[in-house]
């Protein structure tokens, strides 16, 4: 799977990473257009191929009255926006086997929940609509295991497929990543570091979800050095008051000094 694949993308240097970047969930039109015009303006200065990400809803939450969205379509629309305005391929979660054929309407890139993984159907569906399907693995599953997956998305006509890691669990209540799985993975597609899902600190007594953003140059940096294809970030300009995942975001304003710097690597790990 190329990168050229996906329409709209600008990869002005192939022996860059490519950044899948955005607010958690989709809050509002002008949240959207405000983080995603000031996202493409650092990696065009970059050269870094972008996608914006936005969840269009959030179907995995620890408790009923978490934030879960404000409406598919009306979503799915501000993501269709972006698309437009920007001129930048979109990524969203899918997490039933009917938001495939409603979500490939308006987005280039479905990804699948790390939770939602190891559901045939659900990938199936996904692959079946043409659009690069971004696996998301499991917590609970080895970087081997990812083949698999993989394999349904060639196995439904389609060789789009993508991996990301987002950490695995370590305990109950943290994440660790394995940077060991990062080639293993390589060898069945293009693998992703989602890099601050990987810092999340689930609490399963409170069911609100903390985590380790001052880790996030740590980790993003260990991902570039191992030859990762691609990073996952969720960005948002006020985190604090954020409807979804706030505690491991990234601030806006901290992602141009953190993106310089992982370019300023990417560059050195290509001359050895």
């Known amino acids: 799977m190329q990168l050229q694949d996906i329409p709209q993308i600008k990869h002005t240097d192939s ?116 659009k690069v399907v971004n696996l998301k693995k499991g917590q609970f599953m080895s970087p081997e295991a990812m083949k698999h997956a993989v394999q349904k998305v060639k196995d439904a006509g389609s060789d789009k497929a993508w991996i990301t890691d987002r950490g695995t669990m370590f305990g109950y209540q943290d994440m660790i990543v394995d940077f060991r799985g990062i080639p293993t993975m390589r060898e069945f597609a293009p ?38 294809d691609g990073l996952f970030i969720e960005t948002h300009f006020d985190p604090a008051n954020a409807k979804s995942d706030g505690a491991n975001m990234l601030h806006l304003d901290n992602l141009e000094g953190l993106l310089t710097n992982l370019v300023a690597i990417r560059k050195l790990v290509n001359t050895l």
Not at 17 to 31: K, N, V
Not at 108 to 116: E, H, K, R, S
Not at 195 to 219: F, K, Y
């Open 15 to 130: 022996n860059n990473f490519f950044l899948l970047c955005g607010p958690c969930a989709i809050e509002s039109e002008d949240m959207a257009f405000r983080i995603a015009e000031r996202v493409l303006e650092i990696t065009n200065k970059l050269e870094i191929p972008y996608i914006f990400k936005g969840s269009f809803k959030k179907a995995n939450r620890s408790r009923i009255d978490s934030f879960t969205g404000i409406g598919d379509e009306k979503a799915l629309e501000i993501l269709a926006k972006v698309s437009e305005k920007f001129n930048v391929p979109t990524v969203t979660d899918i997490h039933e086997v009917s938001d495939a054929a409603k979500a490939a309407q308006y987005v280039d890139v479905l990804q699948i929940p790390a939770f939602l993984v190891r559901q045939t159907d659900l990938v199936v569906a996904a692959a079946k609509t043409g």
């Open 191 to 228: 693998t992703v570091l989602d890099v601050t899902h990987s810092l999340q600190q689930p609490n399963q007594s409170a069911g609100v979800t903390g985590g380790r953003p001052d880790m996030i140059e740590t980790i993003a940096r260990a991902g570039i050095v191992n030859n990762v």
